[in-house]
């Protein structure tokens, strides 16, 4: 049986989950005030350690298989993978990958500086198009133009009382911008080409550019937003990256997310359709292709 989640408020702002019932979980962050998902306690059974594959070099890649899902159903496993970056990858992830998985797509939601930096191994992925989905083009240039706004966004970095209030102020932004509109368009275009073996997805760290990807994708396909939320904060499990309050995966910033697509679009299914594209026949095209 799962246990029962109710959400809380730490002693810093930051929207935490934690276990109804029960003492706080022991998957703290090093700061001990920024509370973590704990695999195996918070699991659902149906997707152990939330779909966490055991990679060599890929600590946070998972497989949205075993997702509860529109109809009583589960998303298929083994066809929709979220991560973060594939540069790491041993011989061997790269083989199972190609191989065991069929990689067929990869979808790369970071800037042209991060690919040119840390190029994704397609050489040795030869049968997987790489599809550049670049959701924060020039975005943070295009918000920021006046003084005031560049001074209100230093401000918000700068804020030792609210370390998460830059993200949570820009967020909404990996959405709504006409970069992000376009990048998450092209990725769902890009799962609905793919009707043949994986689609994989990745930003930096597989947590914010990505979170919002397979936010999207799982909504598409029915998935509770309970168990929307527990796939992104489960990122905190995984990454290798150091953790930060300012930056760690927090429901504050996926409801602020959420809240500025009802604000817009009625919702995250308005968005998807109005500003995506995605018709009613597309929807049910992904639910019949990746629900069991």
Same mark, same amino acid.
């Given at each position: $049986? $799962?246990?029962?989640?109710?959400?809380?408020?730490?002693? &810093? @702002?930051?929207?935490? /989950?934690? +276990?109804? *019932?029960?003492?706080?979980? #022991? !998957?703290?962050? %090093?700061? @001990?005030?920024?509370?973590?998902?704990?695999?195996?306690? $918070?699991?659902?059974?149906?997707?152990?350690?939330? *779909?966490?594959?055991?990679?060599?070099?890929?600590? &946070?890649?998972?497989?949205? *298989?075993?997702?509860? %899902?529109?109809? !009583? /159903?589960?998303v298929r496993p083994g066809l929709l993978l979220r991560? *973060? +970056?594939?540069?790491?990858?041993?011989?061997?992830? +790269?083989?199972?990958? /190609?191989?065991d998985y069929r990689l067929r797509a990869v979808v790369d939601f970071r800037d042209a500086t991060e690919l040119a930096e840390t190029p994704d191994p397609m050489r040795l992925l030869p049968e997987a198009r790489l599809v550049h989905a670049d959701v924060l083009n020039q975005v943070y240039e295009g918000i920021t133009q006046s003084a005031e706004a560049r001074r209100r966004f230093q401000r918000l970095k700068d804020d030792d009382d609210d370390p998460a209030g830059f993200l949570a102020e820009f967020y909404p932004h990996h959405l709504t911008s006409e970069a992000g509109i376009r990048a998450y368009a092209l990725?769902?275009?890009?799962? +609905?080409?793919?009707?043949?073996?994986?689609?994989?997805?990745?930003?930096?760290? #597989? /947590?914010?550019?990505? @979170? $919002? @990807?397979?936010?999207l994708i799982e909504h598409i396909l029915g998935v509770p937003m309970a168990a929307i939320e527990d796939d992104y904060l489960a990122t905190n499990l995984y990454t290798d990256e150091p953790t930060t309050l300012r930056a760690d995966a927090n429901l504050r910033f996926i409801r602020v997310a959420v809240e500025a697509l009802t604000s817009q679009w009625g919702g995250i299914g308005g968005y998807?359709?109005?500003?995506?594209?995605?018709?009613?026949a597309d929807v049910s095209e992904l639910r019949a292709r990746y629900l069991e």
């Open positions: $049986m $799962m246990s029962r989640h109710v959400d809380t408020v730490d002693e &810093n @702002g930051l929207s935490v /989950r934690v +276990l109804a *019932g029960d003492a706080l979980p #022991g !998957g703290t962050s %090093a700061h @001990g005030d920024h509370y973590r998902p704990v695999a195996g306690e $918070m699991d659902d059974p149906a997707r152990p350690h939330f *779909g966490r594959i055991d990679f060599e070099r890929l600590p &946070n890649t998972r497989d949205l *298989g075993g997702l509860p %899902a529109a109809d !009583g /159903r589960r991560s *973060g +970056l594939l540069c790491w990858a041993s011989d061997d992830d +790269l083989r199972r990958l /190609r191989d990725f769902i275009r890009t799962i +609905l080409e793919t009707d043949d073996g994986a689609v994989l997805w990745h930003c930096h760290v #597989g /947590r914010d550019r990505c @979170g $919002m @990807g397979s936010m998807v359709r109005d500003a995506l594209g995605v018709s009613d």
